[in-house]
């Protein structure tokens, strides 16, 4: 297998992993001011782009790092680890940058005119919008929710029908289509007060709209899948050629498990200090509390090692040149919800056992309590997903949204 084909045998040892690593402390810095702006100082957005957080997903063609999903992921979720809405805003921004490769080439030149590390947000969901055809592309209207990392972006992605003669025009099905398309950020309306929220309030995960704004076609493609497809795999290597599997789903486990590693660190760092009332020893010293930490690190661990090994496991098979099959995209798919479960079960043991700190609001266990919650509310990590795959392994229909 060439080495350009191969996964790096030491993920922590990338320059970019090695980053974030040392970055983290610096969010903390940072968090309160997160919260209460609900946007990053772009202080920390400098700091993220030249440590080459926004340039991850871009091709080398285009001055980015071309990461692998495994240095994707990791970064991801050691900037969660850190500050929740660092990583989810992380993990967004590579996933919108995935999609703007299925550009036109005219649009992506335009896109990342001003350099690799441009940073760009949105959603990929289907909705939220309508346009009318126009010379050269399209007037659009529309209001799309969750632009998360909107204050920090410079492009915004939303999907939005056509209609011809008041109609949505249809795709190759003869249903109504959707349309992907990518809108200057100095040209959009942030929907104030919109994000409303106990946990993840500093991704800035406003609503947003456009009024019969035009939209050239250069920068508008057509909304393939349900949600997502691969739309950008024109561009060369392992890492454009993977299924949407081992982005989608994969990178809001990330997030979650970095920020369950961080309730763990909380908890640990607590138990060193505190003397609960009415006891005469430490936290750490209770047998209880050594056991929950133990389980929430065995737990934890094991929802990782199974989105590693699957994510390795399709990149091995793409790379040899041989299709993945419908069994390998629903275990991948699954492996990112189990992460996140048990992202979930270790960071209830931990709230469990810090008692009356793990409610106060200032305590580092709250915060991770309320970030967790938000992101394991996502549709990318439902618990729908076990059906799903369990009908593909039964050889029924899994529907639309495993392909």
């Not at 441009?118 to 009318?132: N, S």
């Not at 091995?316 to 069994?327: F, G, H, K, Y």
Request: with cysteine; net charge neutral; proline share 5%.
């Amino acid at each position: 297998m060439a080495e350009q084909n191969r996964l790096p045998t030491d993920v922590d040892a990338q320059p970019v992993v090695q980053a974030a690593v040392l970055m983290q402390s610096e969010l903390r810095q940072y968090q309160k001011e997160i919260e209460q702006e609900q946007r990053f100082p772009q202080t920390l957005v400098d700091r993220m782009k030249e440590a080459g957080f926004y340039r991850l997903m871009i091709p080398h063609s285009l001055g980015g790092l071309h990461a692998d999903p495994l240095t994707y992921l990791r970064v991801v979720e050691l900037m969660a680890e850190g500050c929740g809405s660092v990583g989810w805003n992380l993990a967004n921004n590579g996933v919108v940058q995935l999609v703007s490769l299925g550009l036109p080439d005219e649009g992506v030149h335009e896109l990342y005119a001003q350099g690799a590390s441009t940073v760009v947000a949105g959603t990929a969901l289907q909705g939220g919008g309508q346009a009318i055809p126009a010379e050269g592309g399209y007037r659009v209207t529309g209001r799309w929710s969750f632009g998360s990392g909107s204050p920090e972006a410079t492009w915004m992605l939303g999907s939005f029908q056509i209609l011809d003669n008041g109609k949505p025009r249809s795709g190759a099905d003869g249903k109504p289509a959707y349309w992907r398309g990518y809108f200057s950020r100095a040209e959009v309306e942030i929907v104030s007060g919109s994000w409303d929220v106990t946990g993840l309030r500093g991704t800035g995960s406003f609503d947003w709209t456009v009024d019969n704004l035009f939209l050239p076609e250069r920068r508008t493609m057509f909304h393939a899948g349900a949600p997502l497809d691969n739309q950008w795999e024109r561009w060369p290597g392992v890492t454009y050629q993977l299924p949407t599997q081992c982005w989608i789903g994969p990178h809001h486990s990330a997030v979650i498990t970095g920020i369950a590693r961080a309730g763990i660190n909380a908890l640990i760092e607590l138990a060193g200090g505190k003397t609960p009332r009415g006891r005469t020893f430490m936290l750490c010293d209770n047998p209880q509390v050594q056991d929950a930490v133990g389980r929430a690190d065995a737990i934890l661990n094991a929802g990782r090692a199974y989105r590693t090994a699957m994510i390795t496991e399709l990149w091995n098979t793409v790379a040899a040149d041989e299709n993945t099959t419908l069994e390998q995209r629903a275990r991948c798919r699954l492996a990112s919800t189990y992460a996140a479960d048990s992202a979930r079960a270790a960071m209830d043991l931990m709230y469990r056992y810090g008692g009356s700190t793990s409610f106060k609001r200032e305590s580092r266990l709250a915060e991770c309590w309320r970030d967790l919650q938000t992101v394991g509310q996502t549709v990318t990590l439902a618990p729908e997903w076990y059906p799903i795959g369990g009908r593909a392994y039964l050889g029924l229909d899994p529907g639309p949204r495993l392909r």
